[in-house]
């Protein structure tokens, strides 16, 4: 998988016990970069505009507060009771058709009939984390952390990861063998390009996105090579040298703080 979040939406409980997930594999050489929980909130933002006032402000404000509630968080990262879960005796959930998204399951006529994704949850922003502990039911928002999923999805490749690579899971790999780099969360705000920068940054960009699909999809080591030989070349001829001795210099105040914090 190209994005570590896209696993989510295909590794269904179905498809970890035909076989056909996707499953972490670590690279020995390499280390595992995780920002920190930020202190003051993070880059997502709702917005209520200056002109929004009275019985509309109200409305929003309404929605807002059971957005951020543990049943509103619970629709945005669980879905719905009886299509997506099903509520446990000690009232945490188990998964129901947690292909729902992924495969766009036609949707019972009490929840408005359709496919899944023509009524699904479009706002892909969220006041609370799915990592945050569900008060409703004592487990995580998040379904990988329920233990009902963990126990329908002990299948067989899991259990042949484990014993190959002696942990539990990806996180506890990186922490025994020391490959997971936690960056702590601080303040910082880098300073605004002048022209220049700007200009040189706009065709190292172009040229990174075009040559690095290229080399990702090279039909030899020969073909790499020579793709990489001549992106460089474009590169250092953008001014790519000082735009990396730019932001290095212009993020130095934050790994700094970054250092200090972890101290």
């Known amino acids: 998988m190209w994005y570590s979040w896209e696993v989510g939406f295909w590794n269904s409980v179905d498809r970890l016990n035909d076989g056909t997930a996707f499953i972490f594999i670590p690279v020995g050489d390499m280390l595992y970069y995780a920002d920190a929980d930020r202190y003051y909130g993070s ?4 917005g209520i505009g200056s ?3 009275g019985e509309k402000y109200d409305r929003i404000m309404e929605f807002l507060d059971w957005y951020a509630s543990p049943e509103g968080v619970t629709f945005q990262h669980a879905g719905i009771e009886g299509l997506n879960y099903t509520v446990n005796e000690d009232g945490t959930f188990t998964p129901y058709k947690d292909n729902a998204l992924m495969d766009n399951l036609p949707v019972p006529d009490e929840f408005g009939g359709g496919g899944y994704n023509d ?4 706002i892909n922003q ?3 984390s799915s990592i945050c502990v569900n008060p409703l039911t004592g487990e995580r928002y998040a379904q990988k952390f329920w233990q009902s ?3 329908m999805t002990m299948t067989q490749m899991k259990k042949e990861w484990q014993e190959y690579f002696g942990a539990e899971d990806a996180v506890d790999y990186m922490k025994k063998n020391n490959q997971l780099l936690a960056s702590p969360s601080v303040d910082f705000t880098p300073a605004s390009d ?3 920068i700007a200009a040189i940054r706009v065709d190292v960009n172009k040229t990174l996105c075009q040559y690095t699909w290229q080399l990702i999809f090279a039909e030899s080591d020969e073909d790499f090579e020579d793709l990489w ?3 460089v070349e474009q590169l250092n001829g953008f001014g790519y040298e000082q735009l990396y001795e730019y932001d290095c210099a212009n993020y130095q105040p934050e790994v700094d703080a970054k250092i200090a914090a972890a101290a």
């Open 194 to 196: 002048d022209n220049d």
């Open 149 to 151: 999923y963990k126990d």
């Open 43 to 46: 880059d997502r933002m709702f």
């Open 119 to 122: 009524g699904n949850n479009a």
């Open 51 to 53: 002109q929004v006032e």
């Open 126 to 128: 969220w006041i609370v």
């Open 229 to 231: 030989d001549v992106m």
